[in-house]
């Protein structure tokens, strides 16, 4: 049967290069090579450069004061990642890297010879190993290049096309720390026999509340000319058929399961299930197997009551019930989001849980969460808003236009859908965060949302479209007539899914007792971070003054309502304790 072997559990070395040094002669091992300005020390995989720097004492801890400053010497160099891989591993006839997340690009070597390159954080890779594979004592090596120089919160989305997180150079609730890694997964398939690609899955219920399950997808190699699906569940089997491969290929489809549907948190059970496909030989040995968690629900949504006509419906309906949509944006946990252990991912989604939270906004300018994250929705019925990786930048918020970053753009929708779509949490698809033009028309400022007219939306509308036909596609979040909630367009029909407002209004419940937006995907306010955090990683700044003058409170967010205090108090603050309510955190609500 074919195998996975997780190379996280090898013994990897991370060493810095000054840009190409690496190039242009042999390693006689590894840790050895004179030329590395930074010598090998050990790393986690997955894993940043950064936090094996940090863990080997080279680079401070940039949470601390303004250390981040001092970690930025090393997006200048060429990081290569190294580890002996086991002769009894790659002793087969396949054997194939599998790489989920590398951020950003580089060169693939194995033995010091390059192999292929890569490029693209949002994308997964595979790369035939075996053409380059000697008897025994084989290395990989995995050479990042230098980073793009500058993806954050302030600029031109229009010209950002470089796919990589940007939120990493940058933004509103966080300092620089621009991450360097393999930031997921990473494994080795090897096998002597044919395997399975990854299978299309589309899931759903009908119109009497039973289960429907459609899959299909190919075998590669010989030597296999069946294919056996089997649903299962708590209660046991469910369904189990084997088929001749062409009819897998065709797409098999199971229509009138008994199943129990899923329910979001708080309304009902997640009952989930396990979905196996094999590739059973003729010895009765099976040659290869995936599985997948599914489960079962109806997702519908029906128009807000005394909405316009034409407006976007925005009550959401699951399982025939009507669901109360809140919660907050999701954004990565930590700036180097490749050193995130499941521990992590399990207790803030159980606390969102527990809150009582139904949805979470994945938000675009991050990445497509890992299959943690979605695993664990699906488990504590969360459903999840998953937005492709484009965000808003201030001056220019227009996704770019041009063919080459269409096509682009496209393959990364393509791959997010191949797979997440299985997840019975995921509830759709939405090109991005704040993508807008002013009022005007002009491509620059805000206030107009993204409509499917714009080329690379209309792309990512017809992919999801054609991959996954049962899940919403929205252009933005924002959308509709207008961007933000504005107190002097209410009553107009102009709100309908929009953003704002991010401070407290002075006449709050006037505000919102005249509001009349469908839907809003973000709003939010001035908030603190517990005081012991921040006094933990001030480092040696001082507490006080409470304004822009003071190091502390301008290294990331310039905008941090100091001025609000003043206003209402006439002072600065005397203390971090007298102004912990006003320091700013981005905790939105959906």
Request: proline share 7%; net charge negative.
């Amino acid at each position: 049967m074919n195998t996975v072997h997780d190379l996280e559990t090898l013994k990897w070395q991370v060493a810095g290069y000054t840009p190409y040094t690496w190039r242009g002669g042999k390693v006689v091992e590894i840790g050895a090579d004179h030329r590395a300005e930074v010598p090998p020390v050990p790393a986690s995989v997955p894993g940043s450069v950064q936090n094996a720097l940090l863990k080997a004492g080279l680079v401070s801890d940039w949470n601390v004061a303004l250390n981040a400053r001092a970690c930025e010497w090393v997006e200048n160099r060429h990081w290569m990642y190294s580890a002996a891989l086991p002769d009894e591993w790659v002793r087969r006839e396949q054997v194939r890297l599998v790489c989920e997340g590398l951020d950003y690009s580089g060169w693939i070597m194995v033995n010091q010879e390059e192999i292929a390159t890569f490029k693209g954080t949002f994308v997964p890779y595979a790369f035939d190993l075996k053409p380059h594979l000697r008897d025994g004592d084989n290395t990989l090596q995995i050479v990042f290049d230098c980073p793009p120089r500058w993806l954050g919160q302030i600029g031109y989305t229009s010209r950002m096309t470089d796919w990589k997180a940007r939120f990493n150079y940058t933004w509103d609730w966080t300092s620089r720390l621009v991450q360097t890694g393999i930031w997921d997964a990473i494994r080795l398939e090897v096998g002597d026999g044919p395997a399975l690609s990854p299978p299309a899955i589309d899931v759903g219920v009908d119109r009497t509340q039973r289960g429907r399950l459609d899959v299909k997808g190919k075998a590669n190699g010989c030597g296999a000319d069946k294919v056996r699906v089997t649903l299962s569940g708590a209660g046991g089997e469910v369904r189990s058929e084997t088929v001749p491969l062409d009819d897998y290929e065709r797409g098999l489809q199971w229509r009138e399961l008994d199943v129990n549907l899923w329910w979001p948190n708080g309304y009902g059970e997640q009952p989930l299930y396990k979905l196996t496909v094999e590739l059973p030989g003729l010895d009765g040995q099976v040659h290869d197997r995936i599985e997948r968690t599914v489960g079962f629900k109806h997702l519908a949504w029906e128009p807000c009551k005394g909405a316009p006509a034409d407006a976007d419906p925005w009550i959401c309906v699951v399982n025939g019930e009507k669901i109360f949509l809140c919660g907050v944006n999701w954004t990565p946990i930590r700036p180097n989001f490749a050193d995130v252990p499941e521990a992590e991912y399990v207790k803030r989604l159980e606390l969102y849980a527990e809150l009582g939270f139904t949805m979470l906004r994945v938000w675009g300018g991050a990445v497509l969460e890992k299959e943690t994250f979605y695993r664990e929705c699906d488990r504590l019925g969360l459903l999840v808003w998953q937005e492709f990786p484009l965000s808003s930048s201030g001056p220019d918020n227009w996704p770019p236009e041009d063919e080459r970053a269409i096509e682009e753009m496209a393959a990364i929708a393509r791959s997010y859908i191949q797979r997440r779509r299985h997840h019975v949490s995921l509830a759709l698809w939405c090109g991005g965060n704040e993508l807008q033009q002013d009022l005007a028309r002009t491509k620059t400022g805000g206030g107009l949302p993204v409509t499917c007219e714009h080329p690379m939306i209309r792309r990512l509308a017809d992919t999801v479209e054609e991959m996954d036909p049962g899940r919403r596609f929205l252009p933005s979040s924002p959308s509709g007539p207008r961007a933000h909630g504005q107190r002097e367009d209410f009553g107009k029909n102009l709100h309908w899914d929009v953003h704002g407002p991010w401070r407290m209004c002075y006449d709050w419940d006037g505000y919102w007792d005249e509001d009349d937006a469908l839907f809003r995907s973000e709003t939010g306010m001035a908030g603190a971070s517990p005081v012991d955090i921040i006094r933990e990683t001030k480092g040696d700044l001082p507490e006080v003054p409470g304004n822009m003058s003071n190091p502390l409170w301008r290294r990331s967010s310039w905008w941090v309502e100091w001025s609000r205090f003043q206003a209402e108090q006439g002072r600065d603050p005397e203390s971090l304790d007298s102004h912990s309510a006003h320091l700013r955190t981005d905790f939105f609500a959906t």
